[in-house]
């Protein structure tokens, strides 16, 4: 059965159509801490220095990208390989259409096939009602089987508010005491999408 909707890896050439999903979130909330719309260039830059190493994947229909998400390190030492840092955005009048939980499954079955074992995700929150924040991310990670392992407070700056960040994290594969390498996206790419 034919669908009009699937998940590819994003490419250089997306990075116009991604920035103009991105940037209402950096202008009108606190979901990023980004206070600037990156520029086209530094976009363009990102893509290409995730998809060196890790899962950049978009979501679209015949007309248009509908989301992307994305892994990045969790940190830069290499005791710290099997881990991520996840991120997800999809378009505002997308919200609440399954295009998130559909990223987030494809990434994960990417990371898997890289032998990536804990995926992280960093996310504001807010108590109460706040015009800039709700609470939504937290809860999708929630049904997406993340839990809840640490809490800053007052430690984001947006807007004049102070917005606390949470981790949350996710065990996708099982940790061994011999666990085998990490592999670099490129090499399982071709495996997970036909190209």
């Not at 979901?31 to 994947?57: A, D, N």
């Not at 978009?58 to 881990?83: M, N, Q, S, T």
């Not at 955005?89 to 919200?95: H, K, S």
Request: proline residues 4%; charged residues 30%; aromatic residues 14%.
């Amino acid at each position: 059965m034919e669908t009009n909707i699937w998940v590819r890896p994003a490419a250089e050439s997306d990075a116009e159509e991604l920035l103009a999903l991105y940037a209402p979130y950096v202008e009108h909330t606190a979901i990023t801490f980004e206070y600037q719309v990156p520029s086209l260039r530094e976009f363009k830059m990102r893509i290409r220095h995730t998809l060196e190493r890790y899962p950049y994947l978009v979501v679209e229909d015949r007309k248009r990208i509908l989301g992307y998400a994305y892994a990045g390190p969790f940190k830069e030492r290499a005791a710290y390989d099997w881990a991520v840092e996840s991120t997800v955005y999809v378009r505002r009048d997308c919200r609440r259409s399954g295009m998130g939980r559909l990223l987030y499954g494809e990434l994960e079955r990417a990371l898997r096939e890289q032998n990536i074992l804990n995926v992280n995700a960093c996310i504001a929150c807010v108590d109460g009602a706040d015009p800039y924040l709700a609470n939504d991310s937290v809860y999708f990670h929630e049904r997406m089987g993340y839990r809840l392992v640490g809490r800053f407070v007052k430690c984001g700056y947006k807007f004049n508010r102070w917005y606390d960040m949470v981790w949350m994290e996710k065990h996708i594969g099982v940790h061994r005491e011999n666990q085998p390498a990490v592999r670099p996206f490129g090499e399982v790419r071709g495996i997970l999408w036909d190209e």
